[in-house]
């Protein structure tokens, strides 16, 4: 399911790319929140927040490591409150991954080493790693229904987006950038030819690959460019700024011709049937967080003091 392979993903990243975590050299062992009976300090926060804030604002970094550490959490926190066990198979498995794990770091000295630097435990490691297989064990009490195709249609009009967008790049606060951004948003907005526009100033060699404009769902631009479609209507336009740069964005119908629409749909209509099954795990999961008693807490005074 989706949500078992973005947090994959995302632990690849930490664990197995060289140790991309938080390196803070300080003991910010302080609970930042609590699932269940399960407390996730500072520096274990940090580890997921390191990875995603190279790449978003610093306010949606923090609001998907949050989403991470409580979910991940709470896969394992469900799972132990049903007595789930592996078998020896799976906890062969799970020893061969976690041995990986070490085996990055060239030795179990540069192991410890990384737990060191960034203000971590074996046992939170330990945690990470058999988040994956909680997940399998619980999807598989999950009822699965099937979608029909009328289903999985609508899922695409609500949640997928089409956009085109003008990139102008600049390594720093840059006003003359911006002002040529809003320069070309007004240009737009008063009529001129926006292919023209990107043909002419756009710096995102995608424009040429996508000539119809970026087909995307929940999550998969940056925060700044998703905002920025959500914030207008079909043909309207609007500028954001991202770590990319200036965007001048104007948003588009996914059923400009029934043919586009039907070729897009059946590019991701797999994708949409797995995001359906996800969404289901996780109402399911937080059902079953209900039914056990697990409560979530967040320490938000700490967390805003994160920088």
């Not at 690849?12 to 300090?41: P, Q, R, Y």
């Not at 991954?97 to 046992?123: H, I, M, P, R």
């Not at 209509?269 to 289901?280: C, F, G, L, Q, R």
Request: net charge negative; with cysteine.
């Amino acid at each position: 399911m989706k949500y078992t392979k973005l947090a994959a993903a995302a632990l690849s990243c930490t664990l197995l790319l060289g140790g991309c975590g938080a390196n803070t050299g300080s003991d910010s062992s302080e609970t930042l929140m609590t699932v269940g009976d399960i407390n996730v300090t500072e520096n274990e926060f940090n580890f997921f927040l390191t990875t995603y804030k190279d790449n978003m604002d610093l306010g949606a970094a923090k609001e998907l490591s949050l989403e991470y550490c409580e979910r991940n959490h709470l896969i394992i926190a469900v799972a132990e409150a049903m007595g789930i066990k592996f078998d020896e198979e799976t906890q062969t498995e799970i020893d061969e991954y976690k041995q990986q794990v070490v085996d990055a770091y060239d030795s179990d000295t540069g192991y410890n080493e990384f737990l060191k630097e960034n203000g971590l435990t074996d046992e939170y490691i330990d945690r990470l790693v058999s988040v994956g297989f909680y997940s399998d064990a619980l999807q598989e009490v999950v009822e699965n229904v099937g979608y029909t195709d009328e289903e999985k249609r609508e899922y695409f009009k609500e949640h997928y987006r089409r956009a085109k967008h003008i990139l102008l790049t600049s390594e720093e606060e840059d006003a003359t950038i911006e002002a040529q951004a809003e320069e070309l948003l007004e240009r737009a907005q008063s009529g001129e030819d926006f292919d023209t526009l990107i043909s002419e100033y756009s710096e995102d060699p995608g424009s040429e690959t996508y000539p119809d404009g970026y087909v995307f769902t929940d999550d998969e631009m940056v925060v700044e460019f998703q905002d920025g479609v959500d914030s207008i209507g079909i043909g309207e336009f609007t500028l954001v700024k991202s770590s990319y740069g200036y965007h001048i964005i104007q948003r588009l119908a996914l059923d400009e011709t029934e043919e586009y629409f039907e070729e897009q749909y059946a590019n991701v209509e797999s994708d949409i049937e797995s995001a359906m099954e996800n969404d289901k795990f996780l109402e399911q999961l937080y059902a079953w967080a209900e039914e056990y008693g697990i409560e979530i807490t967040v320490n938000q005074e700490l967390l805003d003091s994160i920088e």
